[in-house]
């Protein structure tokens, strides 16, 4: 006999087993008897839609057993909210099952659904989200529900310290640069994107060349530059002379980054210098990045030039 079998607060429910086809099917999943059974009382309980603590309770034993059903979370969030349960206390619980499964979506959006049930932020948020980052910088669920919690809570004026924390430790992070994009640019007041000041758009400049300067490798900043010109409506020549500080191409074996004569290549195929263009695209296909040499010789092909081989 099972656990719930066996149990005398469960009696009065006849589970419901799984069915998989017939009484032989082709290809039944192997669970564990435990998990097959607590599912049986599970399906029971969702027939009858009952909202009982007995019921919070066995989600939180399939959970234990089973972290990514997500009709299990959905049941869950169901009746906490009709118990009245203090979302905080999920909260917490919700805390220690995150530190073990880090790349769960299913918790992440159990996260946002019981926090819509509280007005102001918890001062233990953020601070549990940095603990996530920790171990790692770069989990997408975790990022997703931070730009949630940005949007929910009207944290925008908030969130620059911390990305630029991040950056100082990573500049390479390339996760914690969307963040800064989403918070820079992402804000909207109703269908409108705000307008960005002039001394937003120098700002985010200057940062995103000091961090060139620090790893003119690092393509993240490249991209980022690239996305604060356009969104200002100015053309890339603007920074020619930067991009120049780290690959001239007269002198091949000093180029620094190969960011950068991408960068040059598009500069000087808008001011119609074909063959300076040509030069950078060469470099880049035969030496710097020969790995998409193809993709190279697909832009050299749009300024009406040769192939080049690696």
Not at 37 to 60: F, G, H, I, Q, W
Not at 88 to 117: C, F, G, P
């Amino acid at each position: 006999m099972g656990r719930y079998e066996e149990s005398e607060e469960w009696e009065d429910i006849i589970p419901i087993e799984q069915d998989d086809g017939g009484p032989n099917p082709l290809a039944a999943i192997a669970y564990t008897e435990d998990y097959s059974e607590a599912m049986s009382y599970l399906r029971a309980v969702m027939a009858k839609n009952e909202m009982s603590e007995r019921a919070l309770d066995l989600t939180e034993d399939i959970i234990a057993m089973n972290p990514a059903h997500y009709t299990v979370w959905l049941y869950r969030a169901k009746v906490i909210f009709s118990l009245q349960k203090d979302p905080s206390e999920e909260l917490d619980w919700l805390t220690e099952i995150s530190l073990r499964h880090l790349k769960n979506y299913q918790i992440w959006h159990h996260r946002q659904v019981i926090m819509t049930a509280i007005p102001t932020l918890p001062a233990t948020e953020l601070p549990f989200l940095a603990r996530m980052f920790a171990k790692d910088a770069k989990n997408y669920h975790v990022w997703s529900y931070r730009q949630w919690l940005v949007r929910h809570f009207s944290l925008w004026d908030d969130e620059l310290p911390y990305i630029e924390t991040l950056l100082r430790d990573d500049v390479r992070n390339n996760s914690a640069w969307n963040h800064r994009w989403f918070v820079t640019f992402g804000r909207a007041d109703g269908a409108e994107r705000i307008i960005i000041s002039d001394e937003v758009f120098a700002r985010e400049i200057e940062f995103t060349k000091n961090a060139i300067v620090q790893a003119p490798q690092n393509q993240s900043p490249w991209n980022y530059l690239r996305g604060v010109l356009k969104r200002r409506g100015q053309g890339l020549a603007a920074l020619k002379a930067f991009a120049g500080e780290f690959a001239d191409v007269d002198r091949e074996d000093e180029v620094q980054s190969s960011h950068a004569l991408d960068f040059l290549a598009d500069v000087w195929a808008q001011e119609k210098e074909k063959e300076r263009a040509g030069r950078a695209l060469e470099l880049l296909a035969r030496r710097y990045d020969p790995i998409r040499k193809n993709y190279w010789n697909y832009r050299r092909s749009l300024l009406g030039l040769a192939m080049v081989e690696a």
